[in-house]
């Protein structure tokens, strides 16, 4: 029974893929993707995944923390609006994006006026729009990875005279280490098929907004043969990384 | 374990097939009502659903009562849906290449009729800020400016455009669909952009539009058709008449489209 249902969610999440292998151009696909559009969605995509993915370890490590270790009123509704991107249509966060970080936005007047910086129709767009709807998953893993963990080699830490900043550094984060690869991977996953926020908020442009899903969103429209090899290169790339990383860390978790 | 594992793989296959086999509301009766399901160009968004209301009102066919459904949409993606097989009673595309193709691949197989054309026209945030005057202005180097991208059927047509004008520009965004463009020029985050005549009246108050006499040239002819395999054939019938009638005429014109 149990395995009957475990072959049906298998048979549910690869039916898809089968779908897409089954149509792919075979015998047209290296001309395909020796396309420049290809490299560079392709790059923009990996490189500005990466970029929010880092974003994201920085500030959302210690906010993980402080939500797992610091009992503060309003706890839970910080909680709260820091998953919200998680359950938010991807297409409303980019227009709320639009509307506070646009050039007629809160923010994004002043940062305009201020540094002559606009995000909007801009990479670094891109990288906000992905950091927007990724950084749950960092947090949400590495806050689950600390509540697991003992605060009692935090406490010894202090005992012994250590600062907070040194046994944050030299005890918690090696004890959380694999929640935090394990975080950066979902969220990298999550940035790099990014699509409706940063289409609403990033716009399209190749080379400079048009990133992997964009493209193949766009190819859909006139070329199918370019949609599917796009695609499939999204595909590829993503379940090497899943593999490689699920090999090395997740074992550990 | 391999047996129910094989059960469980064909199931799923059940599944998925019956999902096929019931996406779609063609053919349905919502509350003894027979549906007309329409897939439209995105830019018939408004002038459509007018002209669904009075159709499902004013039909001699309704009797037991239309309920006319709509999948708005770009028209290449509403192609790529009905090669797929999505069922569908009419098909009404903003281009009469996309149109040739639905012909060539099944999907359509009655002859066309063309019941509108469309002309390009400038875009600018209420109040025109930057000063757009004319096509030439999208060439200015300070100005954030907004097309429809290459593979949809506004994009294509701006495009033309330009080139035919000789105005060089370099976007800077060049969005799925017209609607998405409209919405980031009505929020003030483009200056300026080409986006349908009949947008600018969609987009009310926030947006201004300025005509460019060049684009009569290049306008698009938009083309109506019941699908191949309708299941609703004679209603479909009915609704493509209607929307040539005078009455589906004077709704196009409301909504700022011009006489084919």
């Not at chain 1, 909007?120 to 950084?135: I, M």
Request: aromatic share 6%.
């Amino acid at each position: 029974m149990l395995v009957g249902l475990a072959g049906l969610a298998v048979a549910f999440v690869a039916l898809p893929f089968v779908g897409l292998l089954q149509r792919a151009p075979w015998s047209g696909l290296p001309a395909l993707l020796a396309r420049p559009l290809v490299a560079e969605a392709l790059g923009l995509s990996l490189s500005s995944a990466l970029a929010a993915t880092a974003i994201s370890v920085v500030v959302g490590v210690p906010l993980a923390w402080v939500l797992a270790r610091h009992d503060f009123p309003g706890r839970a509704l910080v909680r709260a609006l820091v998953t919200l991107p998680m359950v938010l249509p991807p297409v409303v966060g980019g227009a709320a994006l639009l509307f506070a970080l646009g050039r007629q936005g809160l923010v994004g007047r002043w940062l305009e006026t201020q540094f002559g910086i606009l995000l909007p129709f801009s990479t670094a767009g891109v990288v906000v729009a992905q950091t927007f709807v990724a950084l749950p998953f960092l947090v949400v893993t590495v806050e689950a990875g600390l509540a697991s963990g003992d605060p009692r080699y935090e406490d010894a830490a202090a005992t012994l005279g250590a600062s907070r900043w040194t046994a944050f550094r030299r005890v918690t984060l090696p004890l959380v280490a694999p929640s935090i690869v394990a975080g950066a991977v979902l969220c990298w996953a999550r940035a790099l098929g990014e699509f409706g926020a940063t289409i609403t908020f990033a716009g399209n442009l190749a080379g400079r907004t048009q990133t992997l899903p964009l493209a193949v969103f766009l190819a859909l429209e006139d070329d199918r043969d370019a949609a599917i090899a796009l695609s499939l290169v999204l595909v590829a790339v993503s379940l090497a990384v899943l593999v490689a990383l699920r090999g090395r860390w997740f074992a550990r978790l | 374990m391999l047996r129910p594992l094989a059960v469980a793989v064909a199931a799923g296959l059940a599944l998925a097939l019956a999902g096929c086999a019931d996406g779609g509301a063609a053919g349905d009766t919502a509350g003894g009502a027979r549906v007309l399901s329409v897939f439209a160009a995105a830019s018939l968004t408004d002038a459509f659903s007018e002209i669904g209301e009075v159709f499902s009102s004013s039909s001699p066919t309704s009797s037991p009562g239309v309920e006319v459904r709509f999948n708005f949409g770009p028209s290449s993606g509403l192609l790529t849906q009905l090669l797929e097989g999505a069922p569908a009673d009419v098909y009404a595309s903003a281009d009469e290449a996309t149109m040739d193709e639905a012909r060539a691949g099944g999907a359509v197989a009655e002859r066309p009729t063309a019941f509108a054309r469309n002309v390009l026209a400038l875009a600018v945030p209420a109040g025109n800020p930057v000063r757009v005057r004319g096509l030439a202005d999208l060439a200015r180097d300070e100005l954030l400016v907004g097309l429809c991208a290459a593979e949809v059927p506004c994009g294509r047509l701006a495009r033309q455009l330009l080139d035919r004008e000789a105005v060089r520009v370099a976007p800077d965004t060049e969005e799925p669909d017209v609607r998405s463009l409209l919405t980031k020029i009505e929020a003030g985050e483009l200056d300026a952009g080409l986006v349908y005549r009949s947008d600018v009246r969609a987009g009310g108050a926030r947006v201004e539009g300025i005509e460019v006499p060049e684009s009569e040239e290049v306008g698009t002819t938009y083309p109506v058709a019941p699908v191949a395999r309708a299941a609703e054939p004679e209603l479909a019938r009915a609704f493509v008449a209607f929307v040539v009638s005078g009455e589906g005429r004077r709704i196009l014109a409301d909504h700022g489209f011009l006489a084919p």
